[in-house]
């Protein structure tokens, strides 16, 4: 490490050491990169500044975002952002039958909706847009996977799939070459060609390097890099019936786009040696410069009440256990989005549960904190009933209107109050009042008083009941000199507060109140399937009265519900004027026992 030291030391995870250690070093400002690899689609490529740090997200279009790639997304824009460098939004579509249009939308817009940009505005005032596509690198990998034939580094086997498994040995065995590992380069060129060309079916043959077959990490054992596979392709259609397999795309795209730190999960940590020697092969032969990106691992996020596994998402969507990608109960960041999740949220989760090289588990909990430490902050007030019964003051005029005042937010006094109108009917909730009252309730009883909060002081004098017994109407009158905020208010002292809206005035709306779509912490666990771990009460949906001017909420408003939680105007389901809720968030964790 050089002596001159950059000044900035932005948290202490390890791969932020890494970077910073390489600024220091200079790494990237004094040496030649790669050139534009020809092709006219790459000269962007080739003008990017050298002196930055590159890092990327490169999430495959085959399935909706989650909170595990959020974890990815703010690691390596974070990093971007943070040291000054530049960081790549690219899409790894190289396995045309499982990818859409569909999926590249959602992703655009997940990764905006966290904050974050591919497009950097740079020191001159021009625009830098750091958008791509790895399936427009198809030309030169298919040039690559020629070189490595050229240079005996790759040949085309004819073996099955079965015979090829069979064949790769276990852990504690080696390998065993294949019958076509020597054909020579003219056989192996002309038959790769032929693969391009559609003269062989799909699975009849696979272009694999030439390593060892009898490596100690299998991923060595001569993997296979081009697979013949008649699909089409959401960017190049028709163009290719011959794909690059993943392990030999991504080294490639890196070192393209010359990224400088490679990101990814633990579990491509055995992939790495194949990735530094396939760069190495290329470098070797003139196709790619010095220096090469460096993959570092890191350990996924595994979320307790969850599964973030695409395959897993996709099950529930495709066989609808849930209303689409972005139904509110799912982790998905589209569901965590209408859920009413906020960006902000997974910024201090990100930051709270840190980077680490070791696997272990988050609990929920300390995601839905994080939500609810930013909602506070954010969530301006208002009153909602969900579980509805009359109240009626019968000493109150019958039509009279009286304004009371309600602060918008307790901790900010700066946003003011609004007006709630108070009447002779109002809606309470039926939790608060209790015939018989246990021991340390202070709401409503028979002959109890308590403060309807913003407003009067009000004597509870007899009730009204339905026909199994439940009540429907609790019968008041209240203390006229006790109104919040006039002198009188605290005259009578009582120990209870509830909260109401004016029957009259009530807007009742749609809510619903979601909850963990799983009921166990690891959905699936031991040799549960993990279906049978979803939670039958997921979600509720009810009827309830709020405050007047909720009617007017637009998509997206968040509002605390005193004493009930945070939650959202839907973002898909609202109309003008008569908004639907959802529940983000309880206030406190109903889940711990
Ligand atoms: P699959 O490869 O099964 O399709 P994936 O979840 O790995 O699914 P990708 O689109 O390959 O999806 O992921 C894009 C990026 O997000 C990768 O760099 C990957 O390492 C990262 N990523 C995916 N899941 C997680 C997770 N749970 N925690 C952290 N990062 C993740
Ligand atoms: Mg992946």
Request: aromatic share 10%; with cysteine.
């Amino acid at each position: 490490m050089s002596s001159e030291k950059t000044p900035i030391s932005l948290g202490s995870n390890f791969i932020r050491a890494i970077v910073e250690h390489d600024l220091a070093d200079k790494k990237y400002a004094t040496k030649k990169w790669a050139g534009s690899p020809g092709d006219s689609k790459h000269q962007a490529l080739g003008q990017l500044d050298p002196a930055k740090i590159r890092t990327r997200f490169p999430p495959e279009p085959n399935g909706y975002l989650h909170i595990g790639h959020a974890k990815s997304i703010f690691l390596n824009f974070g990093l971007a952002r943070d040291y000054a460098g530049v960081c790549h939004l690219r899409f790894d579509d190289t396995n045309p039958e499982k990818e859409s249009q569909e999926y590249v939308d959602s992703i655009l817009d997940a990764v905006q909706w966290l904050g974050f940009n591919w497009q950097t505005i740079e020191s001159n005032g021009g625009v830098e847009s750091n958008l791509y596509f790895a399936s427009n690198y198809f030309d030169f990998m298919y040039r690559a996977a020629e070189s490595l034939i050229e240079n005996g580094h790759a040949y085309v086997d004819s073996q099955t799939a079965d015979e090829m498994r069979e064949t790769r040995g276990t852990l504690t065995e080696p390998g065993k070459n294949s019958p076509w590992r020597n054909r020579t380069v003219a056989e192996n060129l002309q038959l790769f060609h032929e693969m391009r060309d559609g003269k062989h079916a799909d699975g009849s043959l696979i272009l694999r390097a030439k390593i060892d077959m009898a490596s100690s990490n299998i991923n060595l054992r001569d993997p296979a890099i081009y697979r013949v596979r008649r699909a089409h392709h959401h960017n190049t259609g028709n163009t290719w019936c011959i794909y690059p397999m993943y392990t030999f795309a991504h080294p490639i795209e890196d070192a393209l786009e010359q990224i400088t730190h490679s990101i990814c999960t633990l579990e491509f940590e055995d992939q790495r040696p194949f990735y530094d020697w396939l760069l190495e092969r290329l470098a070797e032969a003139g196709l790619l410069a010095h220096p090469l990106p460096k993959q570092y691992e890191f350990a996924r996020l595994n979320l307790t009440y969850v599964v973030l596994s695409k395959r897993k998402l996709i099950d529930l969507v495709e066989q609808k256990h849930v209303s689409g990608w972005d139904d509110p109960r799912l982790p998905t960041l589209a569901g965590a989005r209408r859920r009413g999740y906020v960006a902000e949220g997974f910024k201090l989760f990100t930051d709270r549960i840190g980077i680490s090289k070791a696997d272990s588990w988050i609990e929920y909990t300390i995601l839905e904190d994080c939500m609810r430490e930013v909602l506070n902050d954010a969530a301006e007030r208002r009153i909602a009933v969900l579980d509805p019964i009359k109240l009626v003051i019968d000493n109150y005029e019958l039509d009279k209107v009286e304004d009371c005042f309600a602060p918008n937010h307790p901790l900010k006094p700066e946003l003011g109050k609004r007006v709630v109108p108070l009447t002779r009917e109002l809606w309470i909730e039926a939790e608060d009042f209790m015939e018989m009252p246990s021991k340390g309730f202070f709401r409503l009883t028979p002959d109890g008083m308590v403060r309807l909060r913003y407003g009067y002081v009000v004597k509870c004098t007899r009730v009204e009941k339905d026909t199994v017994g439940n009540v429907t109407v609790v019968h008041c009158d209240y203390l006229p000199d006790t109104k919040s905020g006039t002198p009188g208010a605290d005259a009578i002292k009582v120990k209870g507060n509830i909260h109401w809206v004016s029957a009259q005035h009530a807007y009742a709306a749609e809510i619903r109140l979601y909850d963990r779509l799983f009921k166990e912490a690891y959905p699936g666990s031991g040799d549960r399937d993990y279906l049978n771990d979803l939670n039958p009460y997921s979600v509720k949906t009810i009827t309830a009265q709020l405050e007047p001017n909720l009617k007017d909420a637009k998509p997206e408003d968040r509002f605390q519900f005193e004493r009930h939680g945070y939650f959202v105007a839907d973002k898909k389901d609202s109309i003008d004027g008569k908004p639907v809720f959802n529940r983000t968030v309880t206030l406190r964790d109903a889940w711990q026992k």
